[in-house]
Nanobody
Framework: QVQLVESGGGLVQPGGSPRLSCAASGCTFSNYGMSWYRQAPGKERELVAAITNTGITTKYADAVKGRFTISRDNAKNTVLLQMNNLKPEDTAVYYC??????????????????WGQGTQVTVSS
């Protein structure tokens, strides 16, 4: 069974640069694209960044473009999210998931139910 474990979150100051990690198991990691989503209190889960199985192509939400970088290490079955210059509005629970990203016409999503427990990122001074 696929397992995803997110880590690296915590309380950070505005402008901070933490790095989130997602460790995957139970699948052939290199065969799948990976994505980071986040969910803030009272809001729906939204796509943050995505990366193809090879790592050649990436996609970012406008809100984080230029600040966040997604990468992967297929040898370690790990996908990373380097976050720079954090803002209070980045506060959310961050999740990773396996699979391709699709657009419904109104929002982005990834089929399947391959989610971890998420890691809380709180940006506050």
């Amino acid at each position: 069974q696929v397992q995803l474990v997110e880590s690296g979150g915590g309380l950070v100051q505005p402008g901070g640069s933490p790095r989130l990690s997602c460790a995957a198991s139970g699948c052939t990691f290199s065969n799948y694209g990976m994505s980071w989503y986040r969910q803030a209190p009272g809001k729906e889960r939204e796509l943050v960044a995505a990366i193809t199985n090879t790592g050649i192509t990436t996609k970012y939400a406008d809100a984080v473009k230029g600040r966040f970088t997604i990468s992967r290490d297929n040898a370690k079955n790990t996908v990373l999210l380097q976050m720079n210059n954090l803002k209070p509005e980045d506060t959310a629970v961050y999740y990773c998931t396996r699979g391709s990203v699709y657009y419904s016409g109104t929002y982005y999503y990834t089929p399947g139910n391959f989610w971890g427990q998420g890691t809380q990122v709180t940006v506050s001074s």
